[in-house]
């Protein structure tokens, strides 16, 4: 079955930099986009960026310059580097593919971004 991990968050201090993996399996990776969403307390979910299978990427406006969303298809992962963080940056970043039709979520990883 689809399952996808994440991992690499962490406490940093604003300024500082994380990045973030999520390995996934159970699909053939390379033909599917891959999305990182965040969620912070009492907000709703937002998309972070995302990534064809071939490469191309989209980023959400308050990200770009900062996050660089990249894979690997041959280790079937996906990165999240963030630089530059900030306070507001904290939140509980998940990964997300859509495959066979249905979204798949893995189980977050908590980045907090304070001094």
């Known amino acids: 079955q689809v399952q996808l991990v994440e991992s690499g968050g962490g406490l940093v201090q604003p300024g500082g930099s994380l990045r973030l993996s999520c390995a996934a399996s159970g699909f053939t990776f390379s033909n599917y986009a891959m999305s990182w969403y965040r969620q912070a307390p009492g907000k709703e979910r937002e998309l972070v960026a995302s990534?064809?299978?071939?490469?191309?990427?989209n980023y959400a406006d308050s990200m770009k310059g900062r996050f660089t969303i990249s894979r690997d298809n041959a280790k079937n992962t996906v990165y999240l580097q963030m630089n530059s963080l900030k306070p507001e940056d904290t939140a509980v970043y998940y990964c997300?593919?859509?495959?066979?039709?249905?979204?798949?979520w893995g189980q977050g990883t908590q980045v907090t971004v304070s001094s």
């Open positions: 990534i064809t299978g071939a490469g191309a990427t």
């Open positions: 997300k593919t859509r495959a066979y039709g249905r979204h798949y």
